[in-house]
């Protein structure tokens, strides 16, 4: 039987007459690299703040491996990691001081062996010392993520992960995706704008069209869907100038 990770019902979060979410019902199963597409204002973000808890929804229900965000939300924090578009460390910190202070407010234990084993696994043991007031863009993402996975977390969240890198900086990010995924375990739930990021990293892919989620299923069967459109963004553009109507073939994932 397959695990979900990931599960919403008529997720739904409104502010005031504006609707970011409208009923959104998804399914991902664990072990997934999920790409979440869709234009600006679309309600990715929104997605991922109501999934990660900060957020409540206004109705419906959503939960990680069976735990309800809200009537579990602390079993669902400890489930789970999250990187924002732009990761806010502490300039005059080193690496090791910010992932010391961040995991305490985690509760991680050993907390200093977990450091040792996040930055082993970024391949970046030497920036232990290291102030990141003098660090690039994509070395701060990569201690986002670092930061992230101190806790060990069964499902990571990431918001644009390579928004604003430089193609070694995108590829250093895909690569550490997909290696948390396949030796890892770690199910991926990605917000991105880079459709060529979502063909080569992910497995399944979701399109939101103003708050509403118009297409969700495994990147083969939409390809699929799709025979005459070769590529991913094609197909999204093909999708969005339907302005939010869902293929007769969309299904869930």
């Given at each position: ?177 997909v290696r948390l995924n396949h030796e890892f375990g770690i199910t991926i739930f990605m917000n991105t704008h ?37 590529s991913l963004e094609e197909i999204y553009l093909r999708v969005e100038s339907q302005n939010g109507r869902v ?7």
């Amino acid at each position: 039987m397959t695990t979900l990770a990931i599960e919403t019902k008529e997720l739904t979060r409104k502010y005031g007459d504006k609707t970011a979410v409208d009923r959104l019902t998804l399914a991902i199963p664990q072990g997934e690299i999920f790409g979440f597409l869709g234009h600006n204002g679309a309600g990715k973000t929104t997605t991922i703040s109501l999934l990660t808890t900060l957020l409540l929804p206004t109705s419906g229900s959503a939960s990680l491996f069976g735990d309800d965000i809200v009537e579990k939300n602390l079993e669902v924090r400890q489930r789970l990691g999250y990187v924002p578009e732009n990761v806010r460390l502490y300039n005059d910190l080193t690496v090791a001081e910010n992932l010391r202070y961040l995991g305490a407010l985690s509760g991680v234990l050993d907390i200093n062996g977990r450091i040792k084993a996040v930055l082993d696994l970024l391949e970046h043991p030497e920036w232990l010392e290291l102030r990141v007031g003098s660090f690039s863009k994509g070395m701060r993402q990569r201690i986002g993520i670092a930061q992230a996975l101190l806790h060990q977390p069964d499902v990571l969240f990431l918001d644009e992960p390579a928004s604003g890198l430089d193609p070694e900086g995108q590829r250093a990010i895909g690569d550490l995706i997909v290696r948390l995924n396949h030796e890892f375990g770690i199910t991926i739930f990605m917000n991105t704008h880079r459709l060529s990021e979502a063909a080569k990293l992910c497995t399944s892919i979701g399109i939101m069209n103003h708050g509403r989620l118009v297409v969700a299923d495994t990147l083969e069967n939409v390809m699929g869907q799709f025979p005459d459109t070769p590529s991913l963004e094609e197909i999204y553009l093909r999708v969005e100038s339907q302005n939010g109507r869902v293929p007769a073939a969309a299904g869930a994932v």
